[in-house]
């Protein structure tokens, strides 16, 4: 009798276990909201037969795309008009010879922009009404998505020739004075007066290189005598650096009619690239003889973005993920070392940038009493 007695408590005691067992997991099972996720596919597929869900989202997790800004210069050098007698005159050899036109790059910027990855699109079903009322409300409050475009646009700062040196138009032609005796019969008597007669003649251009060149010796000497105060009047301080400036003007209008003179188109040309899994990318194309340009060209002219990764290379980078998930899908990011080269060499390195594609995927569950939508997370289409 009491052996059956002690069974048949043993008994009991183990069924209000299971029973405590069963309850916790019930409870356990209700914390969690309904959810389930998938990679996107045909929506007839999901979700699972037999399960009803009250509301569904499709999102895509971020990638960052670099937005690319780059700064080119055409620079058109303008023979001078004397530059024949530069050396002779002023003694100036490092002059420009020829005229002729080529291109600089001058900069290379990115900036990391966070965009969706269309080949990390996902489907989230839910069962939960507060959290299908969630979605709701964010897909309705979302923006447009930010856009990025392979192309580039540009703006560009024209510059000109300086007046001076374009409208430049020596006059050609001088009035040079004759004196000679005349003679006159004034009074009955001849008598020889003293007399001159001007004339036009036409100026060599050496001639006129002279007078550019006398210009300049002039501008300097009345600098210094500004500067050396031997001025009869008591110039100011500002009014002095006022001349000083002017008669430097001066002086560079002339010499630029022996040197020649350079001018400078600039352009600023802004893309985006969207690099995938990390490998290197071919930027853009430049040389200086056609100057930027995004179609294909010679490898020795390509810019080429290198990613490397400063962490630990041997860790697995992408979870192969079962489905569904009963949680939310997300990628972090990870830190990645960004560099420009060209012809196999670094030009410019950009130093640090956090990246998604280095990241790996991760579930993120989903609790009744804390409720999370997908801002934040990825972009919901």
């Known amino acids: 009798m009491r052996l059956y007695i002690r069974y048949r408590n043993h008994k009991i005691r183990t069924m209000k276990k299971n029973v405590i067992t069963l309850i916790i997991c019930a409870l356990s099972f209700a914390a969690f909201a309904q959810v389930q996720v998938y ?9 699972e037969k037999g399960v009803k869900y009250v509301g569904s989202v499709q999102y895509a997790l971020p990638t960052t795309a670099l937005k690319v800004t780059v700064s080119v210069s055409k620079v058109q050098e303008v023979r001078g008009y004397f530059a024949d007698y530069a050396e002779s005159l002023l003694g100036l050899t490092n002059i420009i010879q020829q005229n002729r036109t080529y291109y600089t790059l001058n900069s290379v ?8 990855d269309e080949s990390r699109i996902f489907t989230a079903y839910t069962s939960n009404v507060d959290l299908a009322k969630l979605w709701q409300e964010e897909g309705m409050a979302v923006s447009d998505v930010f856009a990025v ?21 020596d006059i050609s032609y001088t009035q040079q004075s004759e004196a000679f005796v005349d003679t006159k019969i004034i009074d009955g008597v001849v008598t020889q007066v003293p007399a001159s007669h ?16 006398d210009a300049i010796v002039k501008s300097r000497k009345d600098q210094y005598n500004l500067a050396a105060g031997e001025q009869e009047t008591p110039y100011s301080g500002e009014a002095i650096q006022t001349m000083l400036a002017e008669l430097k003007s001066w002086e560079n209008n002339y010499m630029s009619l022996f040197t020649g003179i350079s001018i400078a188109d600039t352009t600023s040309y802004v893309f985006y690239v969207t690099p995938e899994n990390l490998s290197p990318v071919t930027a853009f194309y430049f040389n200086s003889t056609k100057g930027f340009s995004q179609d294909k060209g010679a490898n020795t002219d390509a810019y080429n973005l290198i990613f490397n990764r400063i962490y630990n290379k041997f860790i697995t980078e992408i979870v192969e993920l079962q489905y569904p998930q009963h949680g939310y899908i997300t990628r972090d990011t990870k830190p990645v070392q960004v560099s420009l080269t060209h012809a196999s060499a670094k030009v410019h390195d950009f130093g640090i940038i956090n990246m998604h594609q280095a990241g790996s995927l991760q579930i993120i569950p989903l609790y009744s009493k804390q409720l999370k939508g997908i801002k934040g997370i990825g972009f919901i289409f």
């Open 149 to 169: 475009t392979p192309l580039a646009t540009y703006t560009t700062h024209t510059a000109t020739l300086p007046d001076f040196f374009k409208n430049y138009a």
């Open 109 to 116: 910027d990115v900036e990391p922009v966070t965009t969706p």
């Open 39 to 47: 990679p996107r596919t045909p929506l007839e597929s999901f979700p």
């Open 198 to 213: 001007t004339k036009t003649v036409s100026k060599s251009f050496e001639s006129k290189a002279r007078e550019a060149a």
